[in-house]
């Protein structure tokens, strides 16, 4: 079988194309020998590792101490009772207010630690006010009906809610059964 001229024409343009693969690919003893001469250096630690850990470490003890004294609980507030300011003629029908008690205003020794009571009161707060909501929520839906309720009431429930005494006759029962059999 002859091949005809494209044919050939074909044939030698794939035989090129391999012949320029071949060159162009490496050989694998080469590959091989150039793996096998240059092993991996295989370090037992890195500096720069075991610095970045220490620092870390450091870190997280530092905040430790640093919060476990943030919490420390602060010293009661003595309460001060307030005298009236002096005598007054015209209020004679108004209690005294000797018997009120106020807490003095005391600045913040760190305002770090007012800060922070000052978010978790505020904290406390929208958590209080979430709560409320969800109160509220949960009580409309508690209370919700359904809008087509109304429509599966009849006027036969009242026979369907009670059952029939077994001292009854007979006759009276089979007025509960069917009229027809099946």
């Not at 500096?47 to 450091?58: E, G, K, N, S």
């Not at 007054?88 to 770090?112: C, L, Q, Y």
């Not at 509220?136 to 599966?152: E, F, V």
């Amino acid at each position: 079988m002859e091949l005809s001229g494209e044919e050939k024409k074909l044939q030698a343009l794939f035989s090129e194309l391999k012949a320029v693969n071949e060159q162009l690919t490496p050989h694998f003893g080469a590959t091989w020998n150039r793996a096998q001469i240059a092993p991996r250096k295989i370090r037992m630690f890195n500096p720069a590792l075991v610095a970045i850990t220490f620092l870390l470490v450091f870190c997280v003890a530092a905040f430790a101490v640093w919060s476990r004294y943030l919490r420390t609980p602060a010293s009661p507030q003595p309460a001060v009772a307030r005298a009236p300011q002096g005598p007054n003629t015209t209020d004679a029908a108004k209690p005294s207010r000797a018997s009120e008690i106020e807490t003095p205003t005391v600045k913040a020794k760190n305002p770090i630690i007012a800060s922070h009571k000052n978010k978790t009161s505020r904290h406390n707060a929208m958590l209080a006010a979430a709560n409320r909501k969800l109160q509220r929520d949960a009580k409309s839906i508690a209370s919700w009906t359904s809008p087509t309720g109304a429509l599966l009431d009849s006027p036969s429930d009242e026979i369907f809610s009670t059952l029939p005494e077994l001292n009854q006759s007979a006759t009276q029962l089979k007025s509960f059964l069917p009229r027809r059999s099946n």
